[in-house]
């Protein structure tokens, strides 16, 4: 079955440290893949995409993602944390079962200390 | 401005009775989704629709309903089937395509008193 599994309900990094949260999919079609992120009762952004044409993305506030088919992963990382980047992260994948249905992990909650 | 809007953002609901909340996008998008979120369970995919007068039933369809009388609406109603309506609920749309983006609304959240 296709899915998405976030490790760790929660990270927490000191502000400056690296950002990396874990998300690994199954699929038995090549699979595009999504990091969304989510502020307290606010609805979900997109962070970035990842459709094949390259294995590692970049998306908006300085975070990227790799695409990792050996490992089925799709980790997003960032080099320096900032107490703004506090909200939770959902990986997503998209399914086509006769419509574009979309999977979602989780979720991890970054929690960032000064 | 493009988006999708909920409304109200906070919703009471007594117990026996029905409400409805509401999803509009002027994003010209066809496809058109509702998602439940519960802490610790992601987002669960209630209803969805393709196309105008057209819907189908997500993962967790039981005790919710929907229309989809107008492109640019895709109200959902709560109903008293629903025995755990507490949660948060977030309207997408997407244009189509596998690797096509999802856009959410602000969310409504649902409580039961």
């Known amino acids: 079955a296709q899915s998405v599994t976030q490790l760790g309900s929660h990270v927490s990094v000191s502000e400056g440290a690296l950002v990396l949260l874990r998300c690994n999919y199954s699929?038995?079609?090549?699979?595009?893949l999504f990091w969304y992120v989510q502020y307290p009762n606010q609805g979900l952004q997109l962070l970035l995409k990842?459709?094949?044409?390259?294995?590692l993305v970049k998306g908006i506030n300085g975070f990227e993602a790799e695409f990792k088919k050996s490992e089925t992963s799709f980790h997003l990382t960032k080099p320096s944390a900032h107490m703004s980047d506090a909200a939770e992260y959902f990986c997503?994948?998209?399914?086509?079962?006769?419509?574009?249905?979309?999977?979602f992990g989780t979720g991890t909650r970054l929690l960032v200390s000064p | 401005d493009g988006g999708i809007t909920q409304s109200p953002k906070y919703l009471f609901r007594k117990e026996g009775q029905n409400v409805t909340l509401s999803c509009e996008q002027n994003?010209?998008?066809?496809?058109m989704y509702w998602y439940r979120q519960d802490p610790g369970q992601g987002l669960r995919l209630i209803y969805y629709?393709?196309?105008?007068?057209?819907?189908q039933k997500g993962d967790i369809a039981e005790g919710y309903s929907v229309s989809r009388e107008k492109k640019e609406s895709f109200p959902l109603t709560v109903t008293s089937a629903q025995k755990n309506p507490t949660a948060f609920y977030l309207c997408?749309?997407?244009?189509?395509?596998?690797?096509?983006?999802?856009?959410f609304g602000q969310g409504t959240r649902l409580t039961v008193v």
């Open positions: 990842y459709t094949s044409a390259a294995t």
């Open positions: 997408a749309s997407s244009a189509p395509g596998l690797n096509t983006e999802a856009f």
């Open positions: 629709s393709q196309i105008v007068n057209d819907f």
């Open positions: 994003l010209n998008h066809d496809a």
């Open positions: 699929s038995s079609v090549p699979p595009y």
């Open positions: 997503a994948m998209t399914m086509n079962t006769g419509f574009q249905k979309l999977v």
